[in-house]
């Protein structure tokens, strides 16, 4: 099971709260520290959703101007991120329907998105991570977008089911739902044996 | 003879894999996937396939390789320094 890999310490957030604070009031450079605290990770998932680099850094700064201009109407409830991340789905899912198309790319990136070299660094294994990797990505591309977000969100992301439904505007149970159809079409797609060898 | 037919669970069961592996059926229907798992080859091997696409998953974000564009916040800057929401485009979602 992925583990949240966001820090939440206490003193992180009350860190953010006042970066909050500020932003509200029209400080640009206290929005861009705490967005940007979130940027990277906020752009690799436009970049697994939308599949194509250039839409991803022109959704990426349609979020960032979206959450500016919104700052004022965050009041804490939820965290920043999944505030934020909620506007990156929105957007995304609005540009994909703009182009009425799926994710064409097969691989994103295939250099930095290469599964990690493990222990087993062997030529004829780094090729079959590769390809295996290939396949996973063409896999979550043919995915529909609900779908696709999904498993970026859980289990790409490592997010909790409860974060994951707050930033895909559902709830926990519609989420789990796609969470496992999602899985099952990408078994499928790669297929039991290749599965099994890979996570050997 | 019970109450689904072999048919019945392994059409069940198939359907069932992300769930049973991620803890999420109750405590009936996971022995009903368990106690159909123990003869059918497909569905065993079915469960072992979905542990390992939960493990390789996570593998395809690579961390350390991706970055934000460094024009990331090209827009905001040029919007100046009104943070309100006067474009009369969708607010971001309210009440958070």
């Given at each position: 099971m992925p583990q949240p890999r966001r820090p939440r310490g206490p003193d992180i957030l009350d860190t953010e709260a006042r970066l909050v604070a500020r932003a509200r009031t029209g400080d640009m450079d206290a929005f861009e520290q705490l967005a940007g605290s979130h940027a990277d990770r906020l752009f690799a998932v436009l970049l697994r959703l939308l599949g194509n680099r250039a839409e991803a850094e022109d959704v990426a700064q349609e979020v960032m101007l979206r959450a500016w201009r919104g700052?004022?109407?965050?009041?804490?409830?939820?965290?920043f991120f999944t505030w934020l991340y909620r506007i990156a789905i929105n957007e995304a899912n609005r540009s994909l329907e703009r182009s009425s198309r799926r994710p064409v790319s097969v691989s994103i990136d295939a250099e930095a998105l290469q599964v990690p070299a493990s222990a087993h660094d062997q030529p004829s294994i780094r090729l079959e991570q590769t390809q295996l990797h290939k396949a996973l990505s063409k896999a979550l591309a043919d995915l529909p977008p609900d779908y696709r977000t999904a498993i970026v969100l859980r289990?790409?992301?490592?997010?909790?089911t409860q974060e994951a439904a707050q930033i895909a505007g559902v709830g926990q149970a519609a989420f789990k739902s796609r969470l496992h159809q999602a899985r099952l079409k990408v078994r499928a797609a790669i297929g039991d044996e290749a599965l099994i060898d890979a996570g050997r | 003879m019970g109450l689904f037919s072999r048919t019945d669970d392994h059409q069940w069961s198939q359907q069932h894999l992300s769930h049973y592996v991620e803890g999420d059926l109750g405590r009936r229907a996971r022995s009903r996937l368990d106690r159909h798992a123990e003869d059918c080859a497909d569905c065993g091997r079915g469960i072992r396939a979905m542990r390992a696409l939960l493990r390789l998953i996570p593998g395809l974000e690579g961390p350390a390789a991706i970055r934000a564009p460094a024009g990331i916040f090209d827009r905001v800057r040029s919007?100046?320094?009104?943070?309100?929401?006067?474009?009369?485009t969708p607010a971001p979602p309210s009440g958070a």
């Open positions: 700052i004022g109407h965050f009041h804490g409830h939820s965290l289990d790409v992301e490592g997010l909790s | 919007s100046g320094t009104d943070s309100t929401n006067d474009d009369g």
